[in-house]
C-alpha cells in the first residue's frame, strides 16, 4: 500500500495509519482498497464488505454515486471507526455512434429470448465472489490501441440515446490476444451473448470483476484461475459493435468503475511490442 499516508491527508481522513489506511479514487466510478488489523470488520453504507485474512477489503463507487458515503469499520479489539467519505463528481462526455445494426438498437421480437438467455446467464455468474484479492497486484492493459470510448459517456446509437457506456474501448484488429489486467477466476466465458458477442467475466476477488466484451475467441472458462498477462482469448467486433475491438468494463458489486483510472496512460506502440 503505497501513497497511503499521502492519499488519507488529500482525503481529509484523520485516521490512525495502524487501525485503517485506504487507497484508490473518492470519486465516481473509482475504486477503493482498505486495509484494517486482521478480525476487523468494515461495512459501506450498512453493506458488510469482504475483508481477507490480511485485513485488505475493496469497494467502490458507480457512475452516478451521490456525493458521500460512510464507511464503519470494527476492529478487534472493539473500537469502531466512522467516516464520511466525499465522492468527487465527474463529467460525462456524449457520443454518437452511427452504423448500428438496428437490431441491436431496437431489438425485433424474436431477439427477446437470445437477450433474456444472456441476462440470465450474467446474473448466475453474478452470484459468486471469488475467494482472492488479486485486486491489490494493480491492473495492466488487457490490449493495447486508440481508445474509441471512454467510461461513462452517454451513448446516442443510430442517434438514439441508449444507457451510458461503462467501460472502455480499445480499437484492435480482429485476433488481437486480450490477456487478464490482474489476477483471478473466470466466472464466465460465453460466445454467444445477444449485445456482447463473447464474453468473459474475470473476478479479481471480493467481486471486482473485469468484463471483456466483443470477442472473437475465448480461450478460457468458467473456473479458470488465471494470472496477470494470461491470454483470455481475442479481440473481435460480435455483438453490438460497428467495428473490431476490445471493450473492458469493471464493477464491483453491481457498481460500475472506470478501469482506465486503474492503469496508466496507453502504452505506445513500440513499448507495447519492445520496438526501438
Known amino acids: 500500500m503505497r501513497r497511503l499516508a499521502a492519499l488519507l491527508l488529500s482525503f481529509g481522513l484523520a485516521m490512525p495509519a495502524a487501525a485503517l489506511e485506504i487507497e484508490g479514487n473518492l470519486e465516481q466510478g473509482g475504486l477503493v482498497i482498505g486495509q484494517v488489523a486482521p478480525g476487523a470488520t468494515a461495512h459501506l453504507d450498512g453493506t458488510r464488505l469482504d475483508v481477507d485474512n490480511e485485513g485488505v477489503f475493496a469497494f467502490g463507487f458507480d457512475r452516478d454515486h451521490g456525493s458521500t458515503a460512510r464507511l464503519v ?28 445494426p438496428q437490431k441491436f438498437v431496437t431489438p425485433p421480437p424474436e431477439a427477446m429470448e437470445a437477450i433474456a438467455r444472456s441476462t440470465r446467464v450474467k446474473n448466475e455468474a453474478r452470484k459468486t465472489r471469488a475467494d482472492g484479492s488479486w485486486f491489490r497486484e494493480g491492473f495492466i492493459w488487457p490490449a493495447t490501441g486508440p481508445i ?24 484492435a484488429p480482429t485476433g488481437t490476444p486480450i490477456v487478464a489486467p490482474a489476477g483471478g477466476v473466470v466466472t464466465l466465458a460465453d460466445m454467444d451473448m445477444y449485445f456482447e458477442g463473447g464474453l468473459v467475466f474475470l473476478d479479481h476477488g471480493q467481486g471486482v470483476t473485469s468484463l471483456m466484451m466483443h470477442m472473437s475467441r475465448i480461450d478460457v472458462k468458467a473456473g479458470d ?28 458489486r453491481g457498481a460500475w468503475l472506470d478501469p482506465q483510472r486503474l492503469v496508466g496512460p496507453m502504452p505506445t506502440e513500440k513499448a507495447a511490442t519492445g520496438g526501438n
Do not use: C, M
Not at 469499520?73 to 452504423?99: F, H, M, S, Y
Not at 453490438?240 to 469493471?250: K, N, S, V
Open 225 to 252: 484461475r488465471v494470472e496477470q498477462g494470461d491470454v483470455l482469448g481475442a479481440v473481435g467486433g460480435t455483438g453490438r459493435a460497428t467495428g473490431p475491438h476490445l471493450h473492458w468494463g469493471l464493477y464491483w
Open 73 to 100: 469499520v470494527n476492529l478487534p479489539d472493539g473500537t469502531a471507526l466512522e467516516r464520511e467519505l466525499v465522492i468527487a463528481p465527474r463529467e460525462w462526455k456524449i457520443q454518437r455512434v452511427e452504423g448500428v
Open 148 to 171: 474509441s470510448g471512454v467510461f461513462g459517456s452517454q451513448r446516442f446509437y443510430n442517434g438514439e440515446p441508449r444507457r451510458p457506456h461503462y467501460g472502455v474501448d480499445v480499437a
